[in-house]
């Protein structure tokens, strides 16, 4: 079992950044590729990011390459997500997620296990 908690949300002007943050419980942190997801008011939960168990690898959804960076730090038992040069367009509720077994499906929110309650983002313009 692995319980998830986002922070860092907040309201932020057009251009500026954010880090959210995404504490995970459980001695077993380490074992979870992780994802960043997004959802905005009548749109689908929408992959922005995830991480590889050991932090190797990374990948990204083409809306956010580039401005968004993916990180983790598994003695801390924390996933981050730096967002630069936010847009009006990059307000949502943001979500972490933890995968056992993802295989190639990172971008894929049925892949995940389990899941955070939420960050509110918003960008004014």
């Known amino acids: 079992q692995v319980q998830l908690v986002e922070s860092g949300g907040g309201l932020v002007q057009a251009g500026g950044s954010l880090r959210l943050s995404c504490a995970a419980s459980g001695r077993t942190f380490s074992s979870y590729a992780m994802g960043w997801f997004r959802q905005a008011p009548g749109k689908e939960r929408e992959f922005l990011a995830a991480?590889?168990?050991?932090?190797?690898?990374?990948y990204y959804a083409d809306s956010v390459k580039g401005r968004f960076t993916i990180s983790r730090d598994n003695a801390k038992n924390t996933v981050y997500l730096q967002m630069n040069s936010l847009k009006p367009e990059d307000t949502a509720v943001y979500y972490c997620?933890?995968?056992?077994?993802?295989?190639?499906?990172?971008?894929?929110?049925?892949?995940?296990?389990?899941w955070g309650q939420g960050t509110q983002v918003t960008v004014s313009s």
């Open positions: 991480v590889t168990w050991n932090g190797g690898l990374t």
């Open positions: 997620a933890a995968c056992r077994y993802c295989g190639s499906y990172y971008g894929t929110p049925h892949s995940y296990d389990y």
